[in-house]
């Protein structure tokens, strides 16, 4: 069998990505002072082409969660992505820990980071992902400001153990959540593997980067055959750049990070070419066309038939699919 035939027997998964840059992420935040981003040398631009390239390469679409103070300064990135057939969501403004936040300081920043985003490139934004997984036990209400503000699906509970992030409890597959204003979120955590009774990351980030390849191939085939649901496959431009300016953070901190920065790219590579990728808003398209959906005038499903009329209309024969 080709390898191309083989791909297309197989169920689609979701590949994501966390629009950054190195200097901005949680493990340097004590290090790095927000106000002097501007200060720093930007290699954001040029390792989202890089990643948009790879993606290219695979016909693999994604959806790109872009941290609204990047979106503001380099909005043709913001377009070129869009431009190029991937969906647009929302990373925060300033990539700060959702439970360290008030409601109020929340909502303000998902405010501005979803408007600099959808003025960038002119369409609507719907999606959600927090800064490092933050949203916790500590701060679910987080979940209704986002409902409040017109999301319409979240992808920031990670069900795992980590001294960053994580409720271990939470469910692993996708999921409407029913907010305390009795609004509907869909949400979409990132692949987990559940073994000796312990969920562990599979298929994002640091995870994809350091585990072996055997690991995430595991995933993807608990996934397709026991489960039959989607990987949610995670990745962050600065992974695939080893040349990138070092900072002197913990040993923790620069494990994580700097670790096999320059296997990334190659890994990336690797799964795209063994399986098929597409956005959470065919996610969401998929799941209305399929009744998975909550009936009950969600605005997750009214927006999911949205998304499917614009995928029929923009795409031609798409609909038969
Ligand atoms: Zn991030």
Redesign the pocket.
């Known amino acids: 069998m080709k390898e191309s035939d083989f791909k297309a027997a197989r169920k689609n998964h979701v590949l994501s990505v ?1 629009v ?1 840059d190195y200097f ?3 493990a340097f935040a004590g290090l790095v002072d927000r106000d002097s981003w501007d200060k720093w040398p930007s290699r954001v631009v040029v390792n989202t082409q890089r990643v948009l390239d790879l993606f290219d390469e695979h016909n693999a679409k994604g959806t790109f969660f872009i ?1 609204g103070w990047v979106a503001e300064r380099f909005p043709h990135l913001v377009r070129d992505i869009q431009s190029r057939g991937h969906e647009l969501a929302c ?1 925060s403004y300033w ?1 700060r820990t959702v439970y360290s936040l008030s409601p109020e300081e929340f909502r303000l920043d998902t405010q501005r980071a979803k408007q600099v985003i959808e003025d960038a490139a002119g369409v609507a934004v719907y999606g959600y ?1 927090a ?2 997984w933050s949203i916790t036990n500590s701060c679910l209400w987080a979940l209704d400001i986002l409902a409040e503000e017109g999301f319409t699906y979240d992808s920031s509970i990670y069900p795992i153990h980590h001294d960053l992030y994580g409720v271990p409890g939470a469910q692993r597959l996708p999921y409407t959540h029913t907010c305390g204003n009795g609004m509907k979120l869909r949400e979409y955590p990132p692949a987990t593997l559940r073994m000796m009774g312990t969920n562990f990351p599979a298929a994002g980030g640091g995870y994809l980067r350091i585990f072996p390849s055997a690991l995430t191939e595991l995933a993807f085939r608990k996934f397709e055959n026991e489960y039959q649901e989607r990987v949610v496959v995670y990745l ?1 431009p600065w992974e695939v750049d080893p040349e990138q300016p070092r900072i002197q953070g913990s040993l923790k901190s620069r494990f994580r990070h700097y670790t096999n920065l320059g296997r990334m790219h190659a890994k990336v590579n690797a799964v795209l070419s063994r399986h098929k990728f597409e956005r959470f808003s065919d996610v969401m398209a998929a799941e209305a066309k399929t009744n998975a959906l909550p009936q009950d005038a969600s605005k997750a499903a009214d927006h999911a038939e949205e998304v499917f009329a614009h995928a029929q209309a923009a795409v031609p024969g798409r609909g038969n699919q």
């Open positions: 966390d950054e901005q992420v949680e941290v990373h990539h992902r800064p490092s962050h």
